[in-house]
């Protein structure tokens, strides 16, 4: 069990010299701090003045993080993981849109992937981000109790229908979906809303999957509030165990604003948070079920640890592990080598679209030094073992 990540051959199964070279490439790149925030701002310019640099990014980062710019384009890629057990979750990755149309184009890219994964073993879960479904501002006024216009209320009325057309296709097809969480003042109305969403169509079995951001400090108690209403109200839970992906903006937003952070105060804070909430999961397994979200591999082992101690089967549907698309290899498929359910997140959407998910990565594997240098240390020890 304490190698089980250890298995290079496995983790690059998949990739050619060539491709295992293209991510040693990317990873140096990335853990240079500077030449990220230097990268980002003139690839963020050139993008913005329309400048042609879409082949060089899709060339380099794009395909290394993203499976391709529509669903028919991931196919292959998600064919190829499934070869090796790994399943993808087809995550339409276009961020910060703001008109009704692009909302209603996402709910239907959802829609069109339940279907997938209604066909095909290899996408066991649909996913959306809740401000892909609606403008940011209205979740933010329902959180601050700000009262809606009249055309607010109408539009917001159009994102429950969103949020209830998905769930209930879900719920129909007796699939499952994950939905994404994503910064705290917009996340209140969303998480009151899938709990709602829970509440009415995981009576049988928990098809709906929330997320719970564990950088947050006041995640344990919410988790067990949640516990005890699920409890009393008769159905189940799914939970997305992730840190989260917001800590910068979080953290600024706060002292700006001059209030406490909701972040834990330290990195050790969140791992400690973490693993209460993998502890508390776990002993209520049959309740609540888990997506383990993560490429910290301590956070991944002590899962592990406890689906041992519960003398639960690898393959048991209640427990799964996901990272994303070119990260972290060497958990997905040394755990799908293993036996584990394991899938990644394997992002779709045009190039210049999908440029804020790729900026985030970029900066938190520039941010996460351990966590770039193991991959760099992994991908030269395979490059050695492939020589000899
Ligand atoms: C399948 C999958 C789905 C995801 N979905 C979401 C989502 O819906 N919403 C979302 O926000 N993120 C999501 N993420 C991203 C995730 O939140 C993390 O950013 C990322 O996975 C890195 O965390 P880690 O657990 O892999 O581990 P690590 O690399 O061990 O931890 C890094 C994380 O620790 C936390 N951290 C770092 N420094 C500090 C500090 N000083 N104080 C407090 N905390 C600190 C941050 O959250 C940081 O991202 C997802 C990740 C995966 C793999």
Request: charged residues 30%; aromatic residues 10%; glycine residues 6%.
């Amino acid at each position: 069990m304490d190698n089980i990540f250890e298995n290079t051959e496995h983790a690059f199964a998949l990739k050619s010299d060539s491709e295992l070279e293209r991510a040693r490439f990317l990873f140096r790149m990335i853990a240079n701090e500077p030449l990220v925030r230097i990268g980002t701002a003139v690839t963020n310019f050139a993008i913005k003045v329309h400048l042609p640099v879409e082949g060089l990014i899709r060339s380099t980062v794009f395909d290394h993080f993203c499976g391709g710019v529509n669903e028919e384009d991931c196919m292959p890629v998600v064919e190829k993981m499934f070869s090796k057990g790994v399943c993808s979750v087809l995550d339409y990755s276009v961020e910060a849109k703001e008109d009704e149309a692009q909302f209603d184009a996402a709910l239907e890219k959802t829609l069109k992937i339940l279907e997938f994964v209604k066909e095909k073993d290899s996408m066991p879960f649909a996913v959306f981000k809740p401000t892909g479904f609606g403008r940011f501002a209205l979740y933010q006024k329902i959180g601050e109790g700000i009262a809606f216009t009249p055309d607010e209320q109408e539009e917001w009325e159009r994102v429950v229908e969103r949020f209830e057309k998905v769930c209930k296709k879900t719920q129909e097809m007796q699939v499952r979906l994950l939905i994404d969480a994503e910064e705290s003042w917009m996340q209140k109305s969303a998480d009151d809303l899938v709990e709602r969403l829970m509440r009415k169509y995981n009576t049988k079995r928990p098809y709906i999957y929330s997320t719970l951001q564990m950088y947050r400090w006041d995640r344990m108690e919410y988790l067990k509030e949640q516990h005890q209403k699920a409890k009393e109200g008769g159905y189940y839970l799914g939970y997305k165990l992730v840190r989260g992906a917001y800590l910068e903006k979080e953290n600024s937003r706060a002292e700006e604003m001059g209030y406490p952070t909701p972040i834990c105060a330290s990195k050790e804070e969140t791992d400690a948070n973490f693993d209460s909430a993998v502890h508390y999961i776990m002993n209520n397994v049959k309740e609540i079920s888990l997506f383990a979200g993560t490429h910290n591999e301590a956070s991944t082992k002590l899962v592990l640890a406890c689906m041992k101690e519960k003398q639960m089967e690898p393959h048991d549907q209640n427990v799964w592990f996901g990272q994303l698309y070119g990260m972290s290899d060497h958990i997905s498929y040394n755990l799908s080598t293993n036996g584990y359910n394991v899938a990644k997140y394997l992002p779709f959407g045009p190039v210049r679209d999908v440029m804020p998910y790729l900026i985030r990565r970029a900066e938190e594997n520039t941010s996460v030094v351990g966590q770039t240098n193991r991959e760099l240390e992994l991908i030269n020890r395979e490059r050695a073992r492939r020589k000899l």
